[in-house]
């Protein structure tokens, strides 16, 4: 921990395209959970705002897979540090500071950050991010 009581993660900002651990605005289930960094701004005073996407394991594919970004080769999961598939659900995102309680980490890790997205995924990504910021108004 530093003198301010928070831990020494909160001075290292995650970078786009990596994956983190966050308790996600109004998850029923309130846990820590895999998301997707979108983007990352310094604050005006101090600390970090961080725009994520929801992580789910529910990849609904049927619906979902043409607009969200769902990582299942296991080569994918590994990079991105995660265990199982898991959709991110590009239309389902919210900015939060960049420190606990919004993101922890996982017992016996240090910080937050999991992994990061592979090139490709990452290309794949920005496709998505375009065409939903292509629909709207």
Aim: glycine share 8%; net charge neutral.
């Amino acid at each position: 921990m530093t003198g301010t009581d928070k831990p020494e993660w909160v001075s290292r900002p995650p970078r786009v395209g990596n994956v983190v651990t966050c308790l996600y605005p109004n998850d029923p289930k309130r846990r820590l959970r895999p998301v997707l960094v979108l983007g990352v701004a310094k604050g005006s005073v101090d600390g970090y705002a961080v725009h994520v996407a929801y992580g789910t394991k529910s990849l609904d594919k049927t619906t979902r897979g043409k607009i969200d970004l769902i990582i299942e080769l296991e080569a994918d999961i590994d990079e991105c540090g995660m265990a199982v598939p898991t959709r991110f659900d590009l239309e389902n995102t919210a900015a939060l500071m960049w420190e606990p309680p919004d993101f922890d980490c996982w017992k016996g890790r240090y910080t937050p950050v999991l992994g990061s997205l592979p090139k490709s995924q990452q290309v794949e990504c920005s496709w998505k991010l375009q065409a939903i910021q292509d629909k709207k108004p």
